[in-house]
């Protein structure tokens, strides 16, 4: 009887670890995020741009914006918000599925962040996790550990000198 006791005692406890193993996903996307979106998150789905109340969807790298009744993805804002300064506005994360859904949540509840013009951007981060950041100056820099080398696509090396001798025929430059 106790060693039944004791294996349903096991049994439970490892379908309770499965399960709360199976809770515990992490998603991390620090590297489509764009260059101008806030520094400190380690995941993003959507960005609310409340001085023109419109959205960033950075999984489809596209801007959600209204026009008329209807919310519309587009690759670039348009023209009407020509004099809109992505990198130095206000950008708050809102890690929902089609925020844009909720708008009149956001426009309320974010109203204090219009005209706010003091968020640290990726691109101005000396944080090494936003390397990977395509936008980030130091993109192109990134350690392969395995061979100890530098790779980039450009022709200067990580100390931006121009020294085509130290390139090898893969595309990497040594230390």
Do not use: C
Request: cysteine-free; charged content about 20%.
């Amino acid at each position: 009887m106790k060693k039944i006791m004791f294996s349903i005692i096991v049994l439970l406890s490892l379908s309770a670890a499965q399960e709360s193993n199976a809770q515990i996903s992490l998603s991390i996307n620090i590297g489509s995020q764009p260059a101008w979106g806030p520094t400190g998150y380690n995941h993003v789905d959507f960005y609310y741009l409340p001085d023109i109340n419109a959205y960033y969807d950075v999984t489809r790298a596209q801007y959600v914006y209204q026009n008329g009744a209807q919310w519309v993805y587009v690759s670039s804002l348009p023209s009407r918000y020509r004099n809109y300064d992505i990198y130095n506005s206000y950008k708050v994360v809102v890690n929902e599925p089609r925020p844009f859904l909720h708008n009149n949540i956001h426009i309320s509840q974010y109203a204090r962040y219009k005209g706010n013009h003091n968020q640290q951007i990726i691109r101005d981060s000396r944080d090494q996790r936003y390397y990977q950041s395509a936008g980030h100056p130091k993109y192109q820099v990134t350690k392969d550990r395995n061979r100890g080398y530098v790779k980039g696509n450009d022709r200067n090396d990580h100390y931006g000198r121009n020294d085509n001798s130290r390139n090898d025929n893969k595309g990497y430059r040594r230390n």
